[in-house]
């Protein structure tokens, strides 16, 4: 079946621009994860949703990023007044979830996003 | 929090033999440890992942232990091919009592020669 995907592959923005990536989740997925990888810092967790829970921002660096997820399945991470520390790949993970210990996350490719 | 070391960074090998990347990680209440391959431009690919309740796990040439009284597992690769190279990277999770977060080591570039 499908995948995790990812939109757009690529992103290139000025400094001081907002941006929005979106996540597509594996269908009927009720977890969903973002993550970021940067050469300085590895893979870091960012915001995690499950159902129609409050969602874990506990990893989010700064109150410039946000996140949501409509109708339980896409979801949009918006990085406002982006600074060139932004430049990353932006990594969107989904898990089975519900009950049963699902542990296995699944990734997409990724959206690598460059500010110039 | 969970902290998780990797080593080496990089591992070069030539095609047919075993490759062993090991991990260690801080937090005793973690409980799953998967293991992704990255490959260049694409995300990571989980390739096996191991639970705290057994000691090892193998799918055909990959294999993964761990040892939970030294907080620390590994990965081993038999029979290495060309297309075996890649970043591999290992993680950590308390499961549901974080959220199934996944905290990782910094990768190892594995380098298969032909």
């Known amino acids: 079946g499908a995948g995790v995907s990812q939109s757009p592959s690529n992103k290139v923005t000025e400094k001081g621009k907002d941006v929005e990536l979106r996540c597509d989740p594996i269908s009927g997925h009720t977890a969903l994860y973002w993550y970021r990888q940067s050469l300085g810092q590895g893979l870091e967790f960012l915001i995690y949703?499950?159902?129609?829970?409050?969602?874990?921002k506990s990893g989010l660096p700064s109150d410039r990023f946000s996140a949501e997820r409509t109708g339980g399945s896409v979801s949009t991470l918006t990085i406002q007044r982006t600074q060139q520390e932004d430049s990353a790949v932006y990594l969107c993970?989904?898990?089975?979830?519900?009950?049963?210990?699902?542990?296995?996350?699944?990734f997409g490719p990724g959206t690598r996003l460059t500010v110039t | 929090g969970e902290n998780v070391e990797q080593h080496p960074s990089t591992l070069s090998v030539q095609e047919g033999d075993s490759a062993v990347i090991k991990c260690t990680y801080s937090?005793?209440?973690?409980?799953?440890f998967p293991w992704y391959k990255q490959e260049l431009g694409k995300g990571p690919q989980l390739i096996i992942d191991i639970r705290s309740n057994v000691g090892e796990k193998k799918d055909q040439r990959i294999a993964v232990t761990l040892n939970k009284t030294a907080k620390h597992f590994s990965l081993h690769i038999t029979e290495t091919q060309p297309e075996d190279s890649a970043v591999y990277f290992c993680?950590?999770?308390?499961?549901?009592?974080?959220?199934?977060?996944?905290?990782f080591g910094k990768g190892t570039l594995l380098t298969v020669n032909p």
């Open positions: 949703f499950q159902g129609n829970s409050a969602p874990d």
């Open positions: 937090d005793s209440a973690s409980n799953y």
């Open positions: 993970a989904s898990r089975a979830g519900s009950t049963g210990g699902n542990y296995e996350q699944y």
């Open positions: 993680a950590a999770s308390r499961g549901g009592g974080s959220n199934y977060k996944l905290t």
